[in-house]
C-alpha cells in the first residue's frame, strides 16, 4: 500500500511537470518518463549528426557514382543539388525534430493526422537501408582481418581462384627484376615470345627483333609491345601492340573481391567481367558465405552494445568514430600525392563533360547522392535533432554539418581518383578502363593501391579500420531513429531498452543474411539502388507538408520561438525553396527516372520479372506505408460519419490540439492557446 502510494505521489509530481504518461499494463498504470534524453554537450550532437552524414556513402558510395557519372562532370549537378535541395531540407528536418522534440511517427500524427503515415514511412527506410549497409560493414570487417597477415591475401596472384589474366603490381615488378624479357601472365613469369604468341585467344602476335627494331620505334620497344604477324587483316608487320592491349588483365584485388569475398561466379573475358548465370542467379542462389554472415553477425553485435544505453552513451563514442576518418583520409591523401599517375586521376576528377550535363541520369544521380548522404527524409536527422537543447542554433549546425558532409565527399574522391591515376600509371591503362564500375569500387581499387604501397598491411588496417567506423557512425545515427519512433509509439518500452535493441538487431542481421549468400550481391545492389530513389519521393512528400499544408511562414515564426537570428535574403531563400524550387526539382527528377528507368542489373545480367517486381516494392515501400495509413484514417472517419478532407484545411490535415514545442520549451502547445481564449482576460 505504502509503494502505491509513493507510485502516485511521483506520478502527480511528474505530471506537473509534464514530463510523464501513463501506460495501461497487466498489473495496473506504470509511469514511463517522457523527458527527452539530451546529448552530454553540443559538441555530441555536432560530431553524431556529422557522422551520420559522412559515412559510408562520402568513401564508399560517391566515389563510384561520381567515376560513373564521368568524374568531374558530376560535382557540378551534386554541388547544386546541395545549395537548392539538399541543404533546404537538412535545416527543415533539424528545426522541426527541435522544436517538436519527438520522433518522425509523433510529429506528423499531430502535425497533418491524415499523413501519420508519412512518420511511419520515412522510419522504414534507413530500417530497410540498413539491412545492406551493414552487409557494406561487413565486407570492410573481413578485409579488416584478412589484413593481419605478412602479405595481403589480395597483393599478387597465388591463389587457388586466379585465373591465367590476373594481373598483380608485385608481381609484375618480381618478374622484371628476374629478367627485363618476362611479363607476368598465367600465374607465371613468362617469355614475351610465349605470351605475344599465346597470351590472345584469337590472334597470334610475334616479337621484334631486338637489333632490328622500325624506325618509327624506339629500342624499347621489344620489352613492352608484340609485333603483328604478316597475315594480319588490317595492320602491318611494323605495328607494335603494347602488352596492356594484347590480352585484358584482372588485378588480383579484384578476383579477390568476386571469387573470394562475393563468391560470386563470373567469367573474366575481354569484353568485360561476366557473370556465369548457371551458377549465379536469382534462380541460383547458391551457398551460404559463412564468413560474411560472422562478420555481419559481428557487425550488428557492435551497433547493439553503442546504442544499448540510448543517444547519451553514443555520445561519447562518436568522438572518435567520426574524428578518426579524417585522420585517415588525410594520410592517404598525403601518400598517394606522392606517387606517379597522382595529377592525372584528379584532373580526371575536377576536369567536366560539358556535354555529359544534358544527361538528365547524372542529375538525377546527383540528387540522389545528396538526400542519400545527408540523411535527410528518412528521420534520421529528424530524430537526433530532436534531443538537442530547445534554443540550439540548428541554422547554424544545418549549414556546417551539410557543407562538412559533401567537402568530405569530394576530399575522399581526390584520394580515389589519385589512387585511380597511380594505378592507370603502373599498368598503362585509362583511367576510365581501370576498373568495372559500381558499388564495389572502394573495395577493389584501394585495396590494389595499398598492396603497391609500403607497409601495406599498415595501410590495409587502416584504411578497413576506417569503413568499418563510418559503418558504426551511419547506422547507429539511423537505427536510433528507428527505435526512439517504437519507443515513442510504445513508451513502455522506454524501460526496456535493453531488450529492445537486442531483439531489433537479431531481426536485422536476420533480414542482411539472403545477402550473405553467392548471389547475395544481387539483392543487394538493387537495395542500393532502389531505397536511394524512395529518400527523394519521401522528401518530396515532406516539403509539400511542411511547407504548403502546415504554412511556411508558420513554420519560420517557430524558428523564431526557437531564438535563431536568420538573415533576411537567406530567410527569403529557404522559403523560395520549400516552397516551389526544392519541390518542383525533386518531381521533374522522380518523373524522369522513372520514365528513363533501365531494369535492375548487375554486370551484363539483367534481372528477371519477379526481380524487378521485388526491385519496385522495395522503392515504393515507404510510400505505400503513407499511402495505405491514409486510406485506412479516411475509412475509419466515413464510418463514424466524421469530415474527411484532404489537400484543403481540415481534420486530416490540420493539426491537432496537442501539436506544439516540446514540453520544456516553457511555450504554449495548440489545446493551452486555445483553452487560454476561451477563459477570456
Request: proline share 5%; aromatic share 16%; charged share 15%.
Amino acid at each position: 500500500m505504502q509503494s502505491f502510494i509513493k507510485m502516485a505521489e511521483e506520478k502527480t509530481k511528474a505530471e506537473e511537470a509534464g514530463t510523464v504518461e501513463e501506460v495501461e499494463v497487466k498489473d495496473g498504470p506504470e509511469i514511463v518518463s517522457t523527458e527527452r534524453a539530451e546529448f552530454g554537450n553540443h559538441c555530441e550532437f555536432f560530431l553524431t549528426s556529422l557522422g551520420l552524414a559522412v559515412g559510408l556513402g562520402n568513401i564508399w558510395r560517391f566515389p563510384y557514382k561520381c567515376y560513373v557519372n564521368g568524374g568531374g562532370t558530376f560535382l557540378i549537378p551534386y554541388l547544386i543539388m546541395l545549395a537548392i535541395v539538399g541543404l533546404p531540407l537538412f535545416f527543415m528536418e533539424m528545426a522541426l525534430g527541435q522544436y517538436a522534440g519527438m520522433s518522425a511517427p509523433k510529429i506528423y500524427s499531430r502535425l497533418a493526422p491524415g499523413l501519420r503515415g508519412l512518420g511511419y514511412g520515412m522510419v522504414t527506410i534507413p530500417t530497410v537501408m540498413n539491412f545492406y549497409y551493414t552487409v557494406v560493414m561487413a565486407y570492410a570487417v573481413y578485409f579488416l582481418f584478412m589484413g593481419f597477415n605478412t602479405e595481403l591475401p589480395w597483393d599478387k596472384c597465388n591463389q587457388d581462384y586466379n585465373t591465367i589474366n590476373c594481373y598483380s603490381l608485385p608481381d609484375r615488378d618480381f618478374c622484371r627484376d628476374l629478367s627485363n624479357e618476362t611479363v607476368f601472365w598465367n600465374l607465371n613469369c613468362t617469355s614475351i615470345e610465349d605470351y605475344c604468341k599465346s597470351a590472345n585467344e584469337t590472334i597470334e602476335y610475334g616479337v621484334f627483333d631486338k637489333f632490328d627494331i622500325p624506325e618509327h620505334l624506339n629500342e624499347s620497344s621489344y620489352y613492352s609491345a608484340c609485333q603483328v604477324k604478316e597475315d594480319h587483316p588490317f595492320l602491318n608487320e611494323s605495328t607494335a601492340i603494347p602488352f596492356a592491349n594484347v590480352t585484358f588483365r584482372k588485378s588480383a584485388s579484384e578476383e579477390f573481391w568476386y571469387k573470394n569475398v562475393l563468391g560470386l561466379s563470373v567469367n573474366f573475358t575481354m569484353g568485360g567481367t561476366k557473370i556465369n548465370l548457371e551458377e549465379s542467379s536469382w534462380e541460383h542462389w547458391g551457398n551460404p558465405n559463412w564468413k560474411i554472415m560472422g562478420c555481419l553477425l559481428l557487425c550488428w553485435t557492435l551497433v547493439c552494445l553503442s546504442l544499448i544505453k540510448g543517444i547519451a552513451s553514443y555520445g561519447k563514442v562518436v568522438y572518435f568514430t567520426t574524428t578518426f576518418p579524417y585522420v585517415v583520409l588525410t594520410t592517404f591523401l598525403i601518400y598517394v600525392s606522392t606517387l606517379d599517375g597522382f595529377s592525372n586521376g584528379i584532373s580526371y576528377y575536377i576536369t567536366p563533360d560539358w556535354s555529359k550535363l544534358g544527361d538528365l541520369k547524372v542529375w538525377q544521380e546527383g540528387a540522389g547522392q545528396i538526400f542519400y548522404s545527408l540523411g535527410v527524409a528518412v528521420g534520421s536527422q529528424l530524430i537526433l535533432s530532436s534531443f538537442n537543447g530547445f534554443k540550439t542554433n540548428c541554422h547554424r549546425d544545418a549549414l556546417l554539418i551539410g557543407l562538412c558532409n559533401s567537402t568530405t565527399s569530394i576530399y575522399a574522391g581526390l584520394v580515389v581518383f589519385g589512387t585511380l591515376g597511380f594505378i592507370a600509371n603502373k599498368k598503362g591503362m585509362d583511367i576510365d578502363k581501370v576498373v568495372d564500375a559500381g558499388p564495389g569500387l572502394a573495395f577493389i581499387v584501394y585495396p590494389e593501391a595499398v598492396s603497391a604501397m609500403a607497409i601495406s598491411p599498415l595501410f590495409s588496417f587502416m584504411f578497413f579500420f576506417m569503413l568499418t567506423l563510418l559503418a558504426i557512425s551511419s547506422v547507429c545515427g539511423s537505427w536510433e531513429a528507428m527505435i526512439s519512433a517504437v519507443m515513442d509509439e510504445i513508451p513502455y518500452l522506454k524501460t526496456k531498452r535493453v531488450w529492445v535493441m537486442i531483439v531489433s538487431c537479431t531481426f536485422a542481421f536476420l533480414m542482411g543474411v539472403p545477402m550473405c549468400f553467392d548471389s547475395g550481391w544481387f539483392l543487394f545492389n538493387m537495395m542500393d539502388t532502389r531505397t536511394a530513389n524512395s529518400i527523394v519521393i519521401m522528401a518530396f512528400l515532406e516539403l509539400i507538408v511542411i511547407s504548403w499544408f502546415y504554412g511556411v511562414n508558420k513554420f519560420m515564426d517557430h524558428i523564431e520561438e526557437m531564438g535563431m537570428w536568420i538573415p533576411t535574403p537567406l530567410k527569403y531563400f529557404w522559403k523560395i525553396c520549400w516552397v516551389v524550387v526544392s519541390p518542383l526539382i525533386i518531381i521533374f527528377i522522380t518523373i524522369t527516372s522513372w520514365l528513363d528507368k533501365e531494369p535492375d542489373h548487375f554486370l551484363d545480367y539483367e534481372y528477371p520479372p519477379y526481380a524487378q517486381f521485388l526491385g519496385w516494392g522495395i522503392e515504393l515501400f515507404a510510400v505505400s506505408v503513407v499511402v495505405l495509413y491514409g486510406t485506412y484514417t479516411i475509412i475509419k472517419k466515413a464510418c463514424q460519419n466524421k469530415e474527411v478532407a484532404f489537400l484543403k484545411p481540415g481534420p486530416m490535415l490540420t493539426p491537432k490540439d496537442t501539436w506544439g514545442p516540446r514540453p520544456d520549451s516553457g511555450l504554449p502547445t495548440v489545446a493551452q492557446v486555445n483553452a487560454a481564449f476561451e477563459a477570456g482576460p
